[in-house]
């Protein structure tokens, strides 16, 4: 069973407002990603980190950031935030190795006033 | 092109039908491919993992890779109205997940 939380879990929010996205996982996994879903879309992966103090930007374009300071943790943030980043914000980890699955935590869907 | 392609349904079936869930891909370097369902405003939990070509069967549930065609299915033998979910198939080589839109199954009873 996989540990890993979100949160919140809801969010609605005026536009301008900074965000911060919690995600935690209590497995020890060196691995962690953010990916964006939006209805009937594929995930799309925005941000990774494959151990503290390394951050990668993912195949989509985004206009947050992420910081990997901690090994469990793995918080993303919009510094002011706007309608088009309505969306559910997925994070997952995987432990070291190319085979290691991800697992996901249950999102936070975001929207944006 | 995408570099997994899944037909995002709907697909409704009756209980205890079989489902043949299907995906392609492009990239040869895939050689780790996963199934995933995910319910309704939940994230999506690990289903089936499979390494190269071949079949890996759990329960209810068989999944078979055909590197050949770049081909993943995913079998749902006896399916029951539980099995209403979204389903994602996701292949990667040494590049993190890359997954397919899901495609969207309902079991009526």
């Known amino acids: 069973e996989a540990d890993i939380y979100q949160t919140p879990r809801y969010l609605v929010i005026g536009t301008g407002k900074k965000i911060t996205l919690e995600c935690s996982q209590t497995m020890g996994h060196d691995k962690m990603y953010w990916y964006q879903q939006d209805p009937g879309m594929e995930l799309h992966l925005i941000h990774y980190?494959?151990?503290?103090?390394?951050?990668e930007k993912g195949d989509l374009s985004s206009e947050s950031t992420v910081s990997r300071i901690r090994t469990e943790h793995f918080p993303l943030t919009l510094e002011s935030a706007r309608p088009s980043h309505t969306s559910q914000y997925l994070c997952?980890?995987?432990?070291?190795?190319?085979?290691?699955?991800?697992?996901f935590g249950d999102g936070t869907r975001l929207s944006i006033l | 092109q995408k570099e997994v392609e899944q037909d995002p349904g709907p697909l409704s079936v009756p209980e205890g039908a079989i489902v043949s869930l299907n995906c392609t891909y492009s990239n040869s370097a895939f050689q780790y491919f996963m199934w995933y369902r995910q319910y309704s405003r939940k994230g999506p939990e690990l289903l089936m993992y499979?390494?190269?070509?071949g079949n890996k069967e759990d329960g209810r549930f068989t999944a078979q890779v055909d590197k050949s065609s770049k081909y993943i299915s995913l079998f749902i033998r006896d399916s029951q109205p539980s099995d209403s979910a979204t389903y994602l198939c996701a292949g990667r080589g040494n590049t993190p997940l890359v997954f397919g839109k899901g495609t969207r199954l309902s079991v009526i009873a």
């Open positions: 980190s494959y151990g503290v103090n390394s951050t």
């Open positions: 499979t390494y190269s070509s």
């Open positions: 997952a980890s995987s432990d070291t190795g190319v085979s290691q699955p991800q697992h």
